[in-house]
């Protein structure tokens, strides 16, 4: 168990509906880290938010949003589904901004979109 | 921008062989450098990490030194297991303060008893 918890671990949806993804960090990691893993992508940067705020954002679509609350846990919303966006969607976690230590994932979870 | 490129697999081994895997970086700045693996069915997990040139990472018998003249990370390890079959990333951390990883397209590994 790596202190990142991701849930759920497996959703299956059809297109154009929404879903939300839940990730709560690691205890006393402030920054949490959003990444999708596609075959065709590879690991991709979504965005990263610190306390609250939003700090850097990468390639994430328009039909894609974040937030993180005050107990710091984060979701990850994607509506509008297509099939392109079954991935593999990874939360990671780390004390500071800057995560220059590395940082710890989640075990993902796993969108397929029919 | 920054990228990492490793070489492409996959790479199988009989067991207590050799192993390298190739990582070459381009970035401005020093950036830190770090090896992930990821096994099957599961998420990843930080291998070893540099944070400046010339460190040498090192965990469960993987190495991996930062060379900034050659602007490489290349993982060793003297003898696998048919346990280490998984896919490496290399992976390096831009340079400023945003902590968004960049990863290279990872090299699947495979061990054979």
């Known amino acids: 168990d790596s202190g990142v918890t991701q849930t759920p671990k497996h959703l299956i949806t059809a297109t154009g509906q929404r879903v939300t993804l839940r990730c709560s960090p690691r205890?006393?990691?402030?920054?949490v880290y959003w990444y999708q893993q596609s075959l065709d992508q590879g690991l991709q940067f979504l965005i990263q938010?610190?306390?609250?705020?939003?700090?850097a954002k990468g390639n994430i679509l328009e039909r894609f949003s974040a937030q993180q609350f005050p107990d710091l846990h984060s979701e990850l919303n994607l509506s509008s589904l297509e099939l392109g966006d079954s991935a593999l969607y990874f939360c990671?976690?780390?004390?500071?901004?800057?995560?220059?230590?590395?940082?710890?994932f989640g075990s993902g979870t796993r969108l397929t979109v029919v | 921008g920054d990228s990492v490129t490793q070489m492409e697999g996959p790479v199988t081994l009989s067991e207590e062989a050799f192993l390298t895997i190739n990582c070459t970086y381009t970035?401005?700045?020093?950036?830190?450098l770090f090896w992930y693996v990821q096994y099957p069915g599961e998420g990843l997990q930080l291998l070893l990490k540099?944070?400046?040139?010339?460190d040498k990472g090192s965990n469960k018998g993987f190495e991996a030194t930062y060379r900034k003249e050659t602007t490489s990370f290349h993982l060793e390890k003297g003898s696998v297991q048919v346990s280490d079959s998984a896919v490496y990333f290399c992976?390096?951390?831009?340079?400023?303060?945003?902590?968004?990883?960049?990863f290279g397209q990872g090299t699947t590994l495979q061990v054979k008893p």
């Open positions: 990671a976690s780390s004390v500071g901004t800057g995560g220059r230590y590395g940082y710890t």
């Open positions: 205890s006393g990691d402030l920054s």
């Open positions: 938010y610190y306390n609250g705020e939003e700090r």
């Open positions: 970035a401005t700045g020093y950036p830190s």
């Open positions: 540099a944070t400046k040139a010339d």
């Open positions: 992976a390096l951390i831009e340079v400023g303060n945003t902590g968004k990883l960049i």
